[in-house]
C-alpha cells in the first residue's frame, strides 16, 4: 500500500471495502455514546458533497453528527452524484450562494471523494464564500487514472459532463486560497491514498484514518477529525491535533513538501 505510487489500490482492500465499511458503521454505533465528547459548534453553515454515483443518504450520518453539533447542515440535494453534469456545476454554484445569503456567513464544504473535488472548485472559485474545505478520499491529486478504481464508472456518464477534466487535476504545489483539510486512510480500496494528499503548508494539511474509503463518511475517526476542524474559531486555523486517547485510531500522516503561491487550477473521477 505505502509503496504504490503510480496504480491503484491493492486488489484485497477493493474487493473487502463494502465488508470493511459495515464494520466502520458498527464503530460508528458502538461510540455514539462518546460523541457527547465532540467539539460543539458555532452555529456557522455547512454544505456535505456526496461521493461518485452516492447521494444525500450516504452522508447522513455525518451529517446527523454535525447537527447535533449544532451546525447548519445541508446536504447537496442534487439527487446521485455522477459528475460534472449540468445539474451539478450550476446546482452546486446556486446552492453555496443561497447558504451564504440566507446565514450571511462564509459556508464550510465538506466533499467525499469526488464531492470532495467539487468542493475544492467552488473554493478556488468562491473563495470569500468558503470558510474552509474538509475532504474525505478525495483523490484530488490524481495524476493516473490507474490510481483509482472508479474511473471506468465516471466515463460511464461522461457524455453528460459539461466539463472536461485533465490530468493531473491539481499541479503539485497550489494549495487552495481556504484553509484545505484531507481526511484520508492508507487502506482505501477505491483511490489511492497519495491522490488524496494535501502539500502541508499554513492553512493545509492532511489527516490520516484507518477507515475504508466507503466508510469515511461515518468511522469515528474522521467523525472526529471533521468536528475538531470545524471548531476553529473563524478566521484563525491552527493544525490538527488528535486528543490523547485517541491518538492511536490517527497513524502517522503522510508528509509532503511545502505549499508553493497560489496558482492556476485544474480540476476528475473520485
Same mark, same amino acid.
Given at each position: 500500500?505505502?509503496?504504490?505510487?503510480?496504480?491503484?489500490?491493492?486488489?484485497?482492500?477493493?474487493?473487502?471495502?463494502?465488508?470493511?465499511?459495515?464494520?466502520?458503521?458498527?464503530?460508528?454505533?458502538?461510540?455514539?455514546?462518546?460523541?457527547?465528547?465532540?467539539?460543539?459548534?458555532?452555529?456557522?453553515?455547512?454544505?456535505?458533497?456526496? #461521493?461518485?454515483?452516492?447521494?444525500?443518504?450516504?452522508?447522513? !450520518?455525518?451529517?446527523?453528527?454535525?447537527?447535533?453539533? @449544532?451546525?447548519?447542515?445541508? /446536504?447537496? /440535494?442534487? /439527487?446521485?452524484?455522477? *459528475?460534472?453534469?449540468?445539474?451539478?456545476?450550476? *446546482?452546486?454554484? @446556486?446552492?453555496?450562494?443561497?447558504?451564504?445569503?440566507?446565514?450571511?456567513?462564509?459556508? $464550510?464544504?465538506?466533499? =467525499?471523494?469526488? &464531492? #470532495?473535488?467539487?468542493?475544492? @472548485?467552488?473554493?478556488? $472559485?468562491?473563495?470569500?464564500?468558503?470558510?474552509?474545505?474538509?475532504?474525505? *478520499?478525495?483523490?484530488?491529486?490524481?495524476?493516473?487514472?490507474?490510481?483509482?478504481?472508479?474511473?471506468?464508472?465516471?466515463?460511464?456518464?461522461?457524455?453528460?459532463?459539461?466539463?472536461?477534466?485533465? %490530468?493531473?487535476? +491539481?499541479?503539485? /504545489?497550489?494549495? %487552495?486560497?481556504?484553509?484545505?483539510?484531507?481526511?484520508?486512510?492508507?487502506?482505501?480500496?477505491?483511490?489511492?491514498?497519495?491522490?488524496?494528499?494535501? $502539500?502541508? #503548508?499554513?492553512?493545509? +494539511?492532511?489527516?490520516?484514518?484507518?477507515?475504508?474509503?466507503? &466508510? %469515511? &463518511?461515518?468511522?469515528?475517526?474522521?467523525? =472526529?477529525?471533521?468536528?475538531?476542524?470545524?471548531?476553529?474559531? +473563524? *478566521?484563525?486555523?491552527?493544525?490538527?491535533? !488528535?486528543?490523547?486517547?485517541?491518538?492511536?485510531?490517527?497513524?502517522?500522516?503522510?508528509?509532503?513538501?511545502?505549499?508553493?503561491?497560489?496558482?492556476?487550477?485544474? &480540476?476528475? !473521477?473520485?
Amino acid at each position: 500500500m505505502a509503496g504504490r505510487t503510480s496504480s491503484g489500490p491493492a486488489l484485497p482492500l477493493y474487493l473487502s471495502e463494502p465488508g470493511r465499511a459495515v464494520a466502520d458503521y458498527g464503530l460508528y454505533l458502538a461510540t455514539k455514546p462518546l460523541a457527547q465528547r465532540l467539539p460543539k459548534g458555532d452555529g456557522h453553515p455547512v454544505l456535505v458533497l456526496p #461521493g461518485l454515483l452516492a447521494d444525500d443518504v450516504s452522508t447522513a !450520518a455525518l451529517r446527523s453528527t454535525l447537527r447535533r453539533l @449544532d451546525y447548519r447542515v445541508h /446536504g447537496w /440535494g442534487l /439527487g446521485r452524484n455522477i *459528475g460534472p453534469t449540468a445539474l451539478c456545476v450550476n *446546482g452546486l454554484r @446556486d446552492k453555496l450562494d443561497y447558504l451564504h445569503g440566507r446565514y450571511r456567513r462564509p459556508v $464550510t464544504i465538506i466533499g =467525499w471523494s469526488l &464531492g #470532495g473535488i467539487f468542493a475544492r @472548485d467552488l473554493a478556488r $472559485t468562491s473563495p470569500s464564500r468558503v470558510r474552509q474545505v474538509i475532504t474525505l *478520499g478525495s483523490p484530488f491529486r490524481l495524476t493516473s487514472y490507474d490510481q483509482t478504481r472508479a474511473a471506468r464508472v465516471f466515463d460511464r456518464y461522461s457524455h453528460l459532463h459539461v466539463e472536461q477534466r485533465t %490530468l493531473p487535476l +491539481e499541479p503539485e /504545489g497550489v494549495p %487552495l486560497p481556504v484553509p484545505a483539510t484531507s481526511i484520508y486512510s492508507h487502506y482505501d480500496g477505491i483511490v489511492h491514498w497519495q491522490a488524496c494528499l494535501n $502539500t502541508p #503548508g499554513e492553512r493545509c +494539511e492532511n489527516i490520516a484514518v484507518t477507515a475504508s474509503h466507503l &466508510g %469515511l &463518511g461515518h468511522h469515528p475517526a474522521a467523525l =472526529w477529525a471533521v468536528a475538531d476542524r470545524l471548531a476553529q474559531p +473563524e *478566521g484563525t486555523w491552527e493544525p490538527f491535533q !488528535a486528543p490523547r486517547f485517541l491518538r492511536p485510531a490517527f497513524p502517522k500522516p503522510a508528509q509532503a513538501s511545502p505549499c508553493a503561491p497560489v496558482g492556476t487550477m485544474a &480540476g476528475t !473521477a473520485a
